[in-house]
């Protein structure tokens, strides 16, 4: 069984990666994605998404960081995909579940499902454009209005050279709004040979049990739900959970993040321990109290105070 960490912009960014694998025990994990154009990003916008790549292209624990790309120039995605192999990376994944408005609008992410062609000319190219060790992966929704399209797009993955592909069981109509609907991907399974990962509302061991039982897939690719409950993936493995005291500890430790302003820390630290208040009776009382600071100093003292 594999055990993903996912790609979530704005959420599992360097600190973050950094944190949740220093918690839990992943395969690998994977960049929030990096929006390419027309034209060849420059060496430190790619080591701004991942400075990993000063580290052999692992976490400081030592897990493994894929770089994602997203967006619609074959040619383009090929010549950064090329180039984010000669700066380090082990594998490279593209993006073609997004569902943002404004990457949608630009015709990137998830609205790409309704044209498999075109993913099949972008993955051949990136395939052909990076060295033959290295796995190119996609990673997708079901759909982008509706799901009528799944199977083609799986098809033109898997012909254009992917490794493996990671499936969000939902349409990019569908949002994040529950269900999952992970027995849509046994018909995937059947249509496709090279490896699935299952991805969409896994929160707890139930539901990992249960999306592998209703998907068929074996190998998880865990997103909110791990940052919700960072041991999430150990415990899914059948190791011990952390307990709120070394949580506490975490915390502080991501304040200490060397790639954040303050003010910037302050915004991400906050939406993590309001995501952590769904997985933590403990968060909601630090919550409580830390909900309206505006100051690193502020949060450090009641965390300490907690930790006391």
């Known amino acids: ?22 918690v839990g025990s992943y395969d690998w994990c994977v ?4 929006r390419v154009t027309d034209q060849l990003l420059p060496a430190h916008v790619i080591h701004s998404y991942c400075p990993e790549l000063h580290n052999a292209c692992k976490t400081d624990s030592g897990t493994p960081v894929h770089i994602q790309f997203l967006g619609n120039d ?20 593209l993006n073609f579940g997004c569902p943002a408005k ?5 015709r990137g992410g998830a609205v790409l499902l309704d044209e498999p062609e075109v993913i099949y000319q972008i993955i051949s190219a990136v ?12 990673k997708m929704r079901l759909g982008y209005l509706d799901d009528s399209r799944t199977l083609d797009n799986a098809r ?13 069981a939902r349409t990019k109509t569908d949002g994040y709004k529950p269900p999952a609907y992970w027995e849509k991907l046994p018909a995937v399974r059947a249509a496709v040979k090279i490896p699935l990962i299952a991805n969409g509302e896994i929160w707890t061991i139930d539901d990992a049990t249960r999306c592998q039982e ?14 919700t ?57 630090l919550w409580a109290k830390l909900k309206k600071a505006k100051q690193l100093s502020e949060l450090r003292a009641e965390i300490q105070t907690a930790l006391a």
């Open 156 to 168: 033109a993955i898997e012909a254009a050279g992917a490794a493996w592909l990671t499936i969000h």
């Open 74 to 93: 074959p040619v383009a995605l090929a010549d950064n995909a090329a180039f984010a192999a000669e700066l380090g990376a082990p594998a490279i994944d």
């Open 229 to 285: 409950r960072p041991d999430l993936v150990n415990r899914i493995r059948g190791q011990a959970e952390i307990d709120w005291a070394t949580l506490l500890q975490l915390q502080l430790d991501f304040l200490d993040s060397p790639t954040k302003t303050d003010a910037g820390l302050v915004g991400r630290y906050k939406q993590w321990l309001g995501m952590l208040t769904q997985g933590y009776s403990e968060a909601e009382l």
């Open 127 to 138: 395939r052909h454009a990076v060295p033959a060790h290295i796995p190119v992966s996609a």
């Open 31 to 34: 960049t929030e994605f990096i």
């Open 1 to 22: 069984m594999k055990l993903i960490l996912a790609p979530m912009e704005g959420l599992t960014d360097p600190p973050m990666r950094r944190l949740l694998t220093e």
């Open 102 to 106: 404004t990457v949608n609008r630009h």
């Open 214 to 227: 209703v998907s068929g897939c074996v190998d998880l690719m865990l997103g909110r739900g791990a940052v």
